[in-house]
């Protein structure tokens, strides 16, 4: 029973966060429910909380300086749910610290599949020495930066990437010039975007070569490796 | 002009009254000059030596009886000093070579046939009296008048009342029609440039109010009408942004709800039907977004945000296939072009099978090409296609995923904002092609400037 996680679900609408509680439950998590932002220190000083899942838009203190304030004392997993197209709030919430973001109406098992992810990221890193994920890479002149979402080309164009291309390139720049299985890229991109699942790495390699690679033929960056899946070769900086 | 005038002298009609009043003055004032001093011109010829003047002393002189005479020659010659009028007993001969003396067509008018006028010799003069000339007139009774005499001249007609009135009636019109076409044009041709340029999304600059008090009114007008439109079009859209987002709420707890629905085939309707809301106030809110919450322009890469729409779509099982350069810089709005090219591939693959997008670039600009092989669409539902909540069906069914048919008009929003177009086109065979034309010129210019910012 204790190795379930406790999900702390921060949401004003009721009916949601029992429904939220509801779900969760039955999908092997322990769940709290509150309502106002003030109550998040005294569960998180009753119980051990292994994530929470923050609606921005609260009243009193909104879900932003609730997330600033939780993350000067706690390195507790966020994900925070906003409205579609607050982009200010997505940006400013993972800004803020918070480690995923879904937007409303959201599909409940997408919110599930976040929560895993996120608590198998924070797991990981848990165990590793690195500690806050860096918000940008650099690489030959390319940037990707990990909280706005883009990645721009060396004259500062952006180029247009899936979630999933995205999150594969995340994952290439946090672990450059290694040999990546194919499983361990599901891996570390799963949960990133819902849909990834069934999807081979093969084909967002060749499309990411595509949009990244002078010549997407005879790829330099994303080098393949007989036998063992992929590598990523540039130098990669943190910006 | 100045707000303290007073309210007469600031109408159109008081100002033309004022200025045709003041021109008949100017007009009047330079006749009455022109006159007193052509008769002042006039005045003193009469004393050099006027000839109409002379034919009036030569009647005189014919009139009076001879013992009279002597007298009145006296005084005369005493009045006219210069006219040097002399009685002769015998008449003079005529100057010799002498020829036909225009002079003396004046004289002859009003003297011939009763007296004889001759030009008589004269000496060399020199001076002001270079011109005088010499004449006799023969009386009916034989005596002759000699006198001497100033040619008439042409000029004191030429600057006469009648050509100074007509020259500066010619000007004050003149005068008059530019000052009319200036005060009118102007303030007409603002109000078609602020007509114009009229944008709900941009900053309304106010149409000055000022001038004649008729144009001011208009402005004032136009001003409050515009104010009014705005006003109208944002609560209108606070309306509509109000329920999407409202909605969000109650769609959430559905799609929540949904997943605890045991049955498989209620809950897949459900879902279908939650999708099914949920991209229409998607697309309302994005609809309705407006320019302070629209992005920044930024240099970003057409063709790979061409071929991210379209893996998109193939992932979801759709033929969807890009065709054209691998890369294609442009400034623009990069989630905002990746919305507007879905919708028309997501238009392209709900009517179609096979959909293809094309990017080509020329020399100034670049145009996304939409193609399916659906069935088109009527050349006369074309342009309504891209209005706003209009859809390809008469009827307004809801039984697909085509939302409120704002697809083609966000689209076209989003390529009017790029300061381009969006036109519908039928595609040879059969089928439509949608297509997206940027101008590459400004997108060059901005990309300096997004180059600076970034």
């Given at each position: 029973?204790?190795?379930?996680?406790?999900?702390?679900?921060v949401?004003?609408?009721?009916?949601?966060?029992?429904?939220?509680?509801?779900?969760?439950?039955?999908?092997?998590?322990?769940?709290?429910?509150?309502?106002?932002?003030?109550?998040?220190?005294?569960?998180?000083?009753?119980?051990?909380?292994?994530?929470?899942v923050?609606?921005?838009?609260?009243p009193?203190?909104?879900g932003?300086?609730?997330?600033?304030?939780?993350?000067?004392?706690?390195?507790?997993?966020?994900?925070?749910?906003t409205?579609?197209?607050?982009?200010?709030?997505?940006?400013?919430?993972?800004?803020?610290?918070?480690?995923?973001?879904?937007?409303?109406?959201?599909?409940?098992?997408?919110?599930?599949?976040?929560?895993?992810a996120v608590?198998?990221?924070?797991?990981?890193?848990?165990?590793?020495?690195?500690?806050?994920?860096?918000?940008?890479?650099?690489?030959?002149?390319w940037?990707?930066?990990?909280?706005?979402?883009?990645?721009r080309?060396?004259?500062?164009?952006?180029?247009?990437?899936?979630?999933?291309?995205?999150?594969?390139?995340?994952?290439?720049?946090?672990?450059?010039?290694r040999?990546?299985?194919?499983?361990?890229?599901?891996?570390?991109?799963?949960g990133?975007?819902?849909?990834?699942?069934?999807?081979?790495?093969?084909?967002?390699?060749?499309?990411?070569?595509?949009?990244?690679?002078?010549?997407?033929?005879?790829?330099?960056m994303?080098?393949?490796?007989?036998?063992?899946?992929?590598?990523?070769?540039?130098?990669?900086?943190?910006? | 002009?100045?707000p303290?005038?007073?309210?007469?002298?600031?109408r159109?009609?008081?100002?033309?009254?004022?200025?045709i009043?003041?021109?008949?003055?100017?007009?009047?004032?330079?006749?009455?000059?022109?006159i007193?001093?052509?008769?002042?011109?006039n005045?003193?010829?009469a004393?050099?030596?006027?000839?109409?003047?002379?034919?009036?002393?030569?009647?005189?002189?014919?009139?009076?009886?001879?013992?009279?005479?002597?007298?009145?020659?006296?005084?005369?010659?005493?009045?006219?000093?210069?006219?040097?009028?002399?009685?002769?007993?015998?008449?003079?001969?005529?100057?010799?070579?002498?020829?036909?003396d225009?002079?003396?067509?004046?004289?002859?008018?009003?003297?011939?046939?009763?007296?004889?006028?001759?030009?008589?010799?004269?000496?060399?003069?020199?001076?002001?009296?270079?011109?005088?000339?010499?004449?006799?007139v023969?009386?009916?009774?034989?005596?002759?008048l000699?006198?001497?005499?100033?040619?008439?001249?042409?000029?004191p007609f030429?600057?006469?009342?009648?050509?100074?009135?007509?020259?500066?009636?010619?000007?004050?019109?003149?005068?008059?029609?530019?000052?009319?076409?200036?005060?009118l044009?102007?303030?007409?041709s603002?109000?078609?440039?602020?007509?114009?340029?009229?944008?709900?999304?941009?900053?309304?600059?106010?149409?000055?109010?000022?001038?004649?008090?008729?144009?001011?009114a208009?402005?004032?007008?136009?001003?409050?009408?515009?104010?009014?439109?705005k006003?109208?079009?944002?609560?209108?859209?606070?309306?509509?942004?109000?329920?999407?987002?409202?909605?969000?709420?109650?769609?959430?707890?559905?799609?929540?709800?949904?997943?605890?629905?045991?049955?498989?085939?209620?809950?897949?309707?459900?879902?279908?039907d939650?999708?099914?809301?949920?991209?229409?106030?998607?697309?309302?809110?994005?609809?309705?977004?407006?320019?302070?919450?629209?992005e920044?322009a930024?240099?970003?890469?057409?063709?790979?945000?061409?071929?991210?729409?379209?893996?998109?779509?193939?992932?979801?099982?759709?033929?969807?296939?890009?065709?054209?350069?691998?890369h294609?810089?442009?400034?623009?709005?990069?989630?905002?072009?990746?919305?507007?090219?879905?919708?028309?591939?997501?238009?392209?693959?709900?009517?179609?099978?096979?959909?293809v997008?094309?990017?080509?670039?020329?020399?100034?600009?670049v145009?996304?090409?939409?193609?399916?092989?659906?069935?088109?669409?009527?050349?006369?539902?074309?342009?309504?296609?891209?209005e706003?909540?209009?859809?390809?069906?008469?009827?307004?069914?809801?039984?697909?995923?085509?939302?409120?048919?704002l697809?083609?008009?966000?689209a076209?929003?989003?390529?009017?904002a790029?300061?381009?177009?969006?036109?519908?086109?039928?595609?040879?065979?059969?089928?439509?092609?949608?297509?997206?034309?940027?101008?590459?010129?400004?997108?060059?210019?901005?990309?300096?400037v997004?180059?600076?910012?970034?």
């Open positions: 029973m204790t190795k379930l996680p406790h999900i702390l679900v949401e004003d609408d009721r009916e949601i966060s029992g429904l939220v509680a509801l779900y969760l439950r039955s999908n092997e998590c322990r769940v709290t429910v509150t309502d106002s932002g003030r109550e998040v220190y005294r569960l998180m000083n009753d119980s051990r909380i292994d994530l929470i923050l609606d921005l838009m609260l009193g203190e909104d932003i300086s609730l997330c600033r304030r939780l993350r000067t004392t706690s390195q507790v997993p966020i994900v925070i749910l409205g579609k197209g607050d982009e200010v709030d997505r940006i400013l919430g993972l800004e803020m610290g918070a480690d995923d973001y879904l937007s409303k109406p959201f599909n409940p098992r997408e919110l599930l599949a976040r929560i895993r608590l198998r990221r924070s797991a990981i890193s848990a165990l590793s020495p690195v500690t806050d994920a860096p918000r940008a890479f650099t690489f030959l002149g940037r990707i930066d990990r909280v706005v979402r883009e990645l080309d060396p004259d500062g164009a952006r180029i247009a990437l899936t979630d999933a291309e995205f999150g594969l390139l995340q994952a290439f720049c946090e672990r450059p010039g040999i990546l299985s194919r499983d361990q890229l599901l891996e570390v991109t799963q990133r975007s819902a849909g990834l699942f069934e999807r081979s790495i093969d084909v967002l390699v060749s499309r990411l070569r595509r949009k990244i690679e002078s010549d997407p033929h005879q790829p330099s994303i080098k393949t490796v007989r036998s063992g899946g992929y590598m990523f070769t540039p130098t990669v900086e943190i910006a | 002009m100045s303290g005038r007073s309210f007469f002298l600031n159109i009609n008081a100002q033309l009254a004022i200025l009043l003041a021109s008949l003055l100017v007009i009047h004032a330079v006749i009455t000059a022109s007193f001093f052509s008769n002042r011109w005045n003193a010829a004393f050099d030596g006027d000839p109409a003047e002379f034919v009036s002393l030569v009647r005189l002189v014919a009139g009076t009886p001879a013992d009279w005479r002597a007298p009145l020659l006296k005084q005369i010659a005493h009045s006219f000093p210069d006219l040097k009028l002399q009685a002769a007993t015998v008449m003079p001969p005529p100057r010799n070579g002498a020829g036909v225009r002079r003396l067509d004046f004289l002859n008018q009003r003297l011939s046939p009763v007296f004889h006028v001759v030009a008589a010799p004269s000496v060399a003069r020199s001076g002001r009296d270079a011109a005088m000339f010499d004449v006799a023969r009386l009916p009774d034989g005596t002759a000699k006198a001497r005499l100033r040619p008439r001249e042409g000029l030429l600057i006469g009342p009648i050509t100074v009135t007509v020259l500066f009636i010619v000007i004050s019109v003149t005068l008059l029609g530019l000052w009319a076409a200036r005060a044009h102007r303030p007409l603002r109000f078609a440039k602020a007509a114009d340029g009229f944008d709900l999304d941009g900053e309304i600059t106010e149409l000055p109010e000022r001038g004649p008090e008729e144009i001011r208009v402005a004032k007008a136009f001003n409050q009408m515009r104010e009014r439109i006003k109208l079009v944002d609560d209108r859209t606070r309306m509509l942004a109000a329920m999407g987002h409202d909605l969000r709420t109650p769609i959430t707890r559905l799609r929540l709800r949904s997943e605890f629905i045991a049955e498989k085939e209620l809950r897949a309707q459900m879902l279908r939650l999708d099914q809301m949920r991209a229409m106030t998607d697309g309302v809110l994005s609809f309705l977004r407006d320019e302070q919450t629209r920044a930024t240099s970003m890469d057409l063709a790979t945000t061409l071929q991210t729409v379209c893996d998109q779509f193939a992932d979801l099982g759709h033929a969807v296939t890009y065709e054209g350069p691998a294609v810089r442009i400034s623009g709005r990069p989630d905002d072009l990746q919305r507007a090219v879905a919708n028309l591939v997501d238009n392209a693959t709900r009517y179609g099978t096979h959909t997008v094309r990017l080509t670039r020329s020399a100034d600009c145009c996304i090409a939409v193609e399916d092989d659906g069935p088109g669409i009527p050349d006369v539902r074309k342009d309504a296609m891209l706003a909540f209009v859809r390809g069906e008469a009827a307004r069914t809801m039984d697909d995923r085509s939302g409120f048919g697809g083609l008009s966000i076209r929003i989003i390529a009017e790029h300061g381009g177009a969006l036109a519908l086109r039928d595609r040879t065979q059969h089928g439509l092609i949608a297509c997206i034309t940027l101008p590459a010129a400004g997108l060059q210019m901005q990309t300096a997004a180059a600076k910012v970034a």
